[in-house]
């Protein structure tokens, strides 16, 4: 394997690892159920912790709630979004 062949292939690794993080923003329309109910079911939370996250999204204005692969966080993100929440996908750095 040529140099060039193991350095394309350690890229390919690096960007399967490569971790993304869901950040929930405040709105001034949905409940501190629905969020928590989503995150819930959306996210896999405890209650408790989805109901510090809404509590964070509430007082500060975001939540990072989730991160993993841009794959699992998409499905999940789109989830987010048909519930009406405002949620985007952000490279975790």
């Known amino acids: 394997m040529s140099e060039t062949q193991v350095e ?6 690096i960007e399967k690892e ?3 993080a869901i950040v929930l923003y405040n709105d001034d329309v949905n409940t501190f159920d629905h969020v928590i109910n989503c ?7 405890q209650v ?10 509430h007082f500060k204005g975001k939540c990072q709630v989730n991160n993993g692969t841009l794959k699992e966080m998409q499905k999940q993100c789109t989830a987010l979004l048909d ?3 405002s949620a985007k996908i952000e490279d975790k750095k």
Do not use: D, G, Y
Not at 39 to 45: A, N, R, W
Not at 48 to 54: F, L, V
């Open 48 to 57: 408790t912790q989805a109901e510090q996250c809404a509590n964070i999204v």
């Open 18 to 20: 490569k971790q993304f």
């Open 83 to 85: 519930e009406q929440l």
């Open 39 to 45: 995150l819930v079911k959306i996210c896999s939370h």
């Open 8 to 13: 394309e292939a350690i890229e390919v690794i």
